[in-house]
Structures are given as structure tokens and as C-alpha cells.
């Protein structure tokens, strides 16, 4: 896996927050039904990699190696 400065972890935490806000702020019931699907995969996966980036600025301010 690429190794990622902090400096970069915390523009793509940013950008990602940033999608998922509005995401979330989308009127749902103005879509259809396949575009609410992937609103919803959508937001699961903005989630998932916030998480993860989270986990890695965690490890990198602790010193810890990341995987």
C-alpha cells in the first residue's frame, strides 16, 4: 500500500467529509429507485473510507506502523 503524508490524509479526510455531507443533504425522495441505491452504497462507502483514513492518521501521529 502507497504510503501517504499526513499532509495528504487530512486533504483527502476533507474532500471526502466535504462529498458526504452532501450526500447526506440530497432530497432522496426525489430520486429513483436505482439512484437512491447508490446514494446509499455511496454514503456507506464515504463512511468506510473516513474511517479508515481516521485509523491511519491515528497511527501516524502515534508513531505506530501502518499496514
Given at each position: 500500500m502507497q504510503d501517504f503524508t499526513v499532509e495528504e490524509l487530512s486533504q483527502?479526510?476533507?474532500?471526502?467529509l466535504s462529498t458526504l455531507h452532501?450526500?447526506?443533504?440530497?432530497?432522496?425522495?426525489?430520486?429513483?429507485k436505482s439512484q437512491q441505491t447508490l446514494l446509499v452504497r455511496r454514503i456507506a462507502a464515504l463512511?468506510?473510507?473516513?474511517?479508515l483514513i481516521e485509523?491511519?492518521?491515528?497511527?501516524?501521529?502515534?508513531?505506530?506502523?501502518s499496514l
Open positions: 483527502a479526510h476533507r474532500a471526502l452532501k450526500c447526506e443533504k440530497m432530497d432522496v425522495t426525489k430520486l429513483g463512511k468506510v473510507a473516513l474511517t485509523k491511519e492518521q491515528t497511527q501516524k501521529e502515534n508513531g505506530e506502523k
